[in-house]
């Protein structure tokens, strides 16, 4: 057990609530602060964790430490207070490593799919006896928000942002995909999938690699190390294939042999699939086992969760940001399928939408129409001449019907047109719009 006091700075992020949940349960005395306290600050103090909205540097004193998220600036007030004070001072990334130090840790990291599998490798642990620790960046039913607390298995949501998943030395590590994103940390993609080897070459002695089988080449220095390397997907050691389904729900088959089901669309589920089955072999669990396991898997929230019904239609919100997610978010619905599908989209970062307006708007076409609200610009400044009529004017030059549309113009934008689902699309604050709206009276 930890002893002492801590206190995280961004405390109501999904990354940084888990953190704050899991220091409680060493046996922490926790607390945290946010500029904008969310709905996770209920699940927080309930677990006997103090939630201060706003930023004050009286916050540090009396702490052993500090813990900050990549959202907060290295001369923020609290920080400077703290460094003055002598108080260690830990980003997010420093304090996963301390947490998982001594774990038998599994971690996933990847552009694409590494929540929810993350969730379902921890879930398949779970109902096979193992009571793992889990750590994810988003909310798992059942569980208590994006934390489960556990024994000495630790399954962890690594991030390539700012270079975090380096700080870790897993016994298992999987990489699900990779695509630009955080060129403003590598500068390059050729330096991000070196970066992506070297997390799997950090792999303990007796430790597994797991990569798609399209991408086996991320994991040759961690087979020249000795690492065990499995692929999955198209062509790998694992793959999950689609032989039916109805509605929400698919059946598959894993290497031909083993059939199983799964609550969830989409083919790139199937993918994070096979990545937890794999990861879970290398703790010695079945394919059948992990097969049962998945079967009631219930998901993770904002991936294509549904938030309810306005006049019959259905509202649906997802984490989607990156063309490639988009892409597959809108796939998986016509794979159902379910009628007419709209999306409300709200590009993310200023700088995204500067290198992926093109490809946003080849996602968003293939929706039956999409409207596109102003960026969010998350931890960035504006950009000159980006703005959302780029994704949208790129959707309609692809044969879309696409928009801009105002926050405050929302609700009369969706009712102007026809739709059987509506997908509220986004990283940002697009998700407490699709659940305002569906909590509207009709």
């Known amino acids: 057990m930890m002893a002492g006091r ?35 600050s209920i699940v927080l103090e309930e677990s006997g964790i103090t939630v201060i909205e706003g930023h004050d540097p009286i916050h540090v004193y009396g702490m052993d430490r500090i813990v900050f998220s990549a959202a907060i600036p290295f001369d923020h007030p609290e920080l400077i207070a703290a460094r003055r004070a002598g108080i260690p001072v830990l980003r997010r990334s420093e304090a996963l ?9 599994i971690a996933i990291a990847g552009a694409h ?49 700012d270079r975090a998943f380096l700080r870790l030395s897993p016994q298992s590590a999987a990489v699900t995909s990779i695509a630009e994103e955080h060129l403003e940390c590598y500068g390059t993609l050729e330096a991000l999938e070196v970066a992506f080897g070297i997390f799997l070459e ?22 020249r190390i000795g ?42 589920n199937l993918l994070n699939a096979g990545t937890s089955i794999a990861l879970a072999s290398t703790v010695g669990i079945a394919i059948q086992d992990s097969l049962l396991a998945l079967a009631d898997f219930p998901g993770v929230s904002r991936r294509m969760e549904r938030i309810g019904e306005i006049d019959g239609v259905l509202l649906l919100s997802d984490y989607a940001h990156h063309p490639d997610e988009m892409k597959a978010a809108i796939l998986g619905l016509r794979q159902i399928p379910l009628g007419r599908i709209g999306v409300v ?45 780029l994704v949208a004017d790129a959707a309609v030059r692809c044969g879309g019907m696409s928009s801009t549309c105002s926050t405050s113009d929302l609700r009369g934008c969706i009712d102007s047109h026809d739709s059987d689902v509506i997908v509220f699309m986004g990283a940002g604050t697009v998700d407490s719009l699709c659940r305002s709206i569906a909590g509207e009276p009709e």
């Open 227 to 268: 690492r065990e390397v499995i692929t999955t997907g198209p062509g790998g050691d694992i793959h999950c294939i689609r032989t039916s389904g109805s509605g929400w729900v698919q059946e598959y088959s894993v290497c031909g042999m083993n059939e199983g089901v799964l609550q969830l669309s989409g083919e790139y």
């Open 6 to 40: 801590v206190h995280l700075l961004g405390i109501c992020g999904s990354g940084m609530s888990a953190l704050a949940q899991w220091y409680a349960s060493k046996g922490m005395l926790v607390s945290g602060c946010d500029r904008s306290p969310s709905g996770s």
């Open 97 to 105: 490593a301390e947490l998982t130090s001594g774990s038998t840790l």
């Open 202 to 223: 950090q792999t303990l002695p007796g430790g597994s690699a797991v990569v798609p089988a399209a991408r086996r080449e991320l994991a040759d220095w961690a087979l």
């Open 345 to 389: 989209f709200q590009p993310h970062l200023f700088s995204r939408t500067a290198s992926m307006a093109e490809q946003m708007g080849e996602a968003l076409a293939l929706a039956d129409w999409s409207l596109v609200l102003p960026i969010y610009p998350a931890r960035e400044e504006p950009l000159p001449g980006i703005h959302s009529g």
């Open 113 to 161: 799919g590494k929540t929810t599998t993350t969730a379902m490798t921890g879930w398949i642990l779970q109902k096979n006896g193992l009571d793992p620790t889990v750590m994810v960046g988003g909310d798992v039913r059942g569980w208590s928000g994006g934390f489960r607390p556990g024994g000495s298995i630790a399954v962890v949501e690594a991030d390539e942002y």
